[in-house]
């Protein structure tokens, strides 16, 4: 099974749609991410859920809101889109404290905005 | 200067050749360090981690440097399989949005 599942796994949306992307993490892990990655460049933090406590990276469009309806599921919502938010969007849990590992990612979910 | 700078890619190498990545970082107070490989289209998978005594993993080495700021992962053997991305992660202690990941570093391997 894979530990960290997101769907769905390919999405398009129009600019004018609202859609959401879920991920569910099955490893107890208490911090969960949303990555977005463009082509050829590496994975951008866009949010982070530890302690707790939602964090945001202030760059990141409010068109962009995650929700943490518990410590194993962080999705992200997905409003007015445009065309440049096309990319691939990750999922990652690890345990709170990094230092002893690394992230879990998911398959991810391949996001096209027309 | 980048928080974490790879070598520029693509690597081209035969099969059973050894190739070598390094990967600086500017933080001297990063605490944890990572190699992920990353498949065209696919997700980042954590390879090893990197500890300051060195690790291996059957034909996978890491090594950090502490002094210098910079770790290395060295493939030796290289198989067809191994043809990815290499990704470089350095995280402070608390992780969170201070996790760097580098700009990775393409191999391609060739029979």
């Known amino acids: 099974d894979t530990e960290v599942t997101q769907t769905p796994k390919h999405l398009v949306m129009g600019m004018t749609n609202k859609k959401s992307l879920k991920c569910e993490q099955h490893?107890?892990?208490?911090?969960m991410y949303w990555y977005k990655q463009k082509a050829k460049k590496p994975p951008e933090l866009m949010f982070v859920y530890s302690y707790e406590k939602l964090s945001i990276n202030e760059s990141v469009p409010s068109r962009f809101s995650p929700e943490c309806p518990n410590s194993s599921l962080l999705n992200l919502h997905l409003h007015a889109l445009q065309p440049e938010d096309s990319a691939l969007y990750l999922c990652?849990?690890?345990?709170?404290?990094?230092?002893?590992?690394?992230?879990?990612f998911g398959s991810g979910t391949r996001l096209t905005v027309v | 200067r980048k928080e974490v700078e790879q070598d520029p890619g693509p690597f081209n190498v035969p099969e059973g050749a050894t190739v070598a990545f390094n990967c600086t970082y500017s933080n001297s107070a990063s605490q944890s360090f990572f190699w992920y490989r990353q498949d065209c289209r696919k997700e980042p998978k954590l390879l090893m981690s990197v500890y300051s005594s060195g690790n291996e993993d059957g034909r996978f080495t890491a090594q950090l440097n502490r002094a210098s700021q910079y770790i290395s992962l060295l493939i030796r053997d290289s198989k067809l399989s191994d043809s990815a991305t290499y990704l470089c992660?350095?995280?402070?202690?608390?992780?969170?949005?201070?996790?760097?990941f580098g700009a990775g570093t393409r191999l391609f391997v060739k029979a």
């Open positions: 992660v350095v995280n402070p202690r608390t992780g969170g949005f201070k996790t760097i």
């Open positions: 490893m107890g892990h208490r911090a």
């Open positions: 990652a849990s690890s345990q709170e404290n990094t230092k002893s590992g690394g992230y879990t």
